[in-house]
């Protein structure tokens, strides 16, 4: 039963044309992030939301935005693509940002999306 | 400065013996949790195992167990009875309760390659 989603697997896009990935979860879980991971390098943090509330990291590009329509979906919009930003975007989740021990800690990820940039 | 450090980019072992994968971390908070997780080539996180800083004894999950050394600052995994399967991306992680965001620092992995 997969719990956190994400389509599609694979995108291709081309340069400077905008795209979007989504990611939804099962889990009624309070936070979701989206990491950017390139090859050969450890994930990336770009931004999570606990509930509504959006935590953007200082050096994310101003061209990645995100949107959280509900509890369950989160979007990741790539305003316009460079070939720089071909990575596998991974979504996780996870219970609560605010308490302590593995459960609230714990991510659930999702299997990714290998963006393309042509 | 690196606040979680995988000082093997690749290590190989033979099928059916065991393997360790070294971690070392860097925290002023007494409060953290530690955590492994597998990445095989199709691209999925895998949880694998979690260390909490209070936690009194190693945490062991199936062949998975974790050698936590808190003075050292080292949460090295030990796979014991390699399997093919387990040919992967491997990511220590670490998680500091204190401060605003919370959330997960990776190392930059460790490669491993299961040898027939």
């Given at each position: ?37 390139k090859?050969s390098q450890a ?76 | ?116």
């Amino acid at each position: 039963d997969a719990m956190v989603i994400q389509n599609p697997r694979y995108q291709v896009t081309q340069f400077g044309k905008p795209v979007t990935l989504s990611c939804s979860q099962t889990l009624n879980h309070n936070v979701m992030y989206w990491y950017q991971q390139k090859s050969s390098q450890a994930p990336k943090l770009l931004f999570h939301y606990y509930d509504k509330d959006f935590n953007n990291e200082a050096d994310t590009p101003d061209n990645f935005q995100s949107r959280r329509p509900n509890t369950s979906f989160c979007f990741l919009d790539i305003r316009s693509p460079g070939l720089g930003d071909a990575a596998m975007y991974l979504c996780a989740t996870s219970r609560d940002r605010e308490r302590e021990g593995r459960k609230a800690a714990e991510q659930y990820f999702g299997p990714g999306t290998r963006l393309t940039v042509t | 400065a690196q606040k979680i450090t995988q000082t093997q980019p690749g290590m190989f072992v033979q099928e059916k013996e065991a393997v360790t994968l070294d971690c070392t971390y860097d925290t002023s908070d007494p409060s953290y949790g530690l955590f492994w997780y597998k990445q095989p080539s199709s691209g999925e996180m895998i949880f694998l195992i979690y260390q909490g800083s209070y936690d009194q004894q190693n945490a062991t999950e199936g062949r998975y167990s974790l050698n936590f050394q808190k003075a050292r600052k080292s949460a090295n995994l030990v796979i014991s009875a390699s399997q093919l399967g387990d040919s992967a991306m491997y990511f220590c992680a670490m998680r500091e309760v204190s401060g605003s965001a919370r959330q997960l620092t990776f190392g930059s992995g460790t490669q491993l390659t299961v040898l027939p």
